[in-house]
């Protein structure tokens, strides 16, 4: 584990501030010190290892290469005398060359090196140039890392498997010099883009985290929430991005509360009408937090609506009926499920069928969409 608090937490100010959106220290009440909160630390995307088995560095001088934070490009090709060509090109421009010659030595010197982008020919032995990229962009340690198929192939249906299988850019051989520079070099810069955002993100969940952490009667809501998203998501069929938004709107549904002064936020017994209001305003707050960052597009819709009813009588909006974005009615009805069934200090956890029920009673009421609410029902039964 290293720190980086000083450097993230900043960040995550920075844009708040920056799109007007909230200032984190101006809030009245507000009582997590973000700054000096020691607890906020971050692991590094990756654990990179000494050395590659059956790869080697390929630099001009290997040793300062890899004190410098040089960019390190891994280079896959059978084809010796291409391999070095290419290799050769890549040293010259500056950059920390690795090399593969075959599909399992590449996924190898992957998981060990984590290089920010891989020159990958398609025909290799072993594991084909197909197979390596389909692996290497499903996994999540991985898939952030720009591959470039180089292949003579010219075909349209290698250009259009390559794609399917999640390729960021192709060369033909035999490919020209500055060509190969130039898309090598843009496609760096966008993953170094792509790693700062990741960063934000851990940010967002450390805070979200340390919200939590403030309230004594949630326990573990967040990841349970993100769990029962999940496999609620694919019990329903939906689609991958989905899922994942249901699994991160478990953790940052409720991140707005960082502006709800705690004598509001944890104030036990009833709150007042203007107390409420406040209360309210999180969902605005968290929605201006995560508006941003790209990656939250599909998880600001639960932040916003997760307090909506079927009938038009919920918040912020008062939407009614299909205008509540589907996944946050999803999302309701996994958040309400879980607060009925947890143990909270002022009230004792219903049992599973109890919950249910009073559930059902809410979406007679109008409170629920009803035909998702029986399938909420034969979900929670089934498991």
């Known amino acids: 584990m290293i720190q980086r608090k000083s450097k993230y937490i900043d960040l995550i100010k920075k844009v708040a501030i920056e799109t007007h959106t909230l200032e984190l220290k101006g809030v009245e009440g507000y009582s997590l010190d973000l700054a000096n909160k020691e607890d906020f630390t971050f692991e590094e995307p990756y654990k990179m290892a000494d050395s590659v088995t059956n790869s080697h560095i390929y630099s001009s001088n290997s040793s300062v290469s890899q004190s410098t934070n040089l960019p390190r490009i891994l280079v896959v090709d059978d084809h010796l005398a291409s391999r070095i060509g290419t290799m050769d090109i890549l040293t010259i421009e500056g950059y920390e060359v690795i090399e593969a010659d075959n599909g399992l030595m590449a996924v190898e010197s992957v998981m060990q090196k984590q290089p920010d982008l891989i020159l990958l020919d398609v025909m290799i032995p072993g594991m084909n140039g197909f197979d390596v990229c389909q692996l290497l962009k499903q996994n999540e340690q991985t898939r952030l890392i720009p591959i470039i198929f180089i292949t003579a192939l010219g075909d349209k249906r290698s250009r259009i498997q390559g794609i399917e299988v999640g390729a960021d850019d192709f060369l033909t051989k035999p490919f020209d010099h500055t060509e190969l520079l130039a898309r090598v070099n843009s496609l760096v810069r966008q993953k170094r883009l792509n790693e700062e955002l990741d960063h934000a993100e851990q940010v967002l969940f450390s805070i979200a985290q340390a919200i939590e952490s403030r309230d004594p009667n949630t326990g573990d809501h967040c990841q349970r929430l993100a769990n029962r998203g999940q496999a609620l998501g694919q019990y329903l069929n939906l689609s991958r991005q989905q899922v994942r938004d249901l699994r991160w709107g478990g953790y940052l549904h409720d991140i707005g509360k960082v502006g709800i002064p705690d004598e509001v936020l944890l ?32 998880v600001i819709p639960i932040i916003r609506h997760h307090h909506e009813r079927w009938d038009g009588s919920g918040y912020p909006d008062g939407l009614k009926g299909e205008a509540i974005p589907y996944i946050a009615q999803v999302f309701q009805l996994i958040d309400i499920y879980d607060a009925l069934t947890s143990e909270r200090t002022y009230k004792k956890a219903l049992t599973s069928a109890a919950a249910i029920s009073l559930m059902q009673e809410e979406t007679n009421a109008g409170w629920r969409n009803p035909q998702l609410m029986e399938q909420f029902a034969d979900f929670i039964c089934s498991r």
Do not use: D
């Open 267 to 298: 104030k036990k017994g009833q709150l007042s009408p203007r107390e409420w209001e406040i209360m309210r305003q999180h969902v605005l707050i968290g929605e201006k937090i995560c508006q941003p960052l790209r990656t939250m597009r599909g």
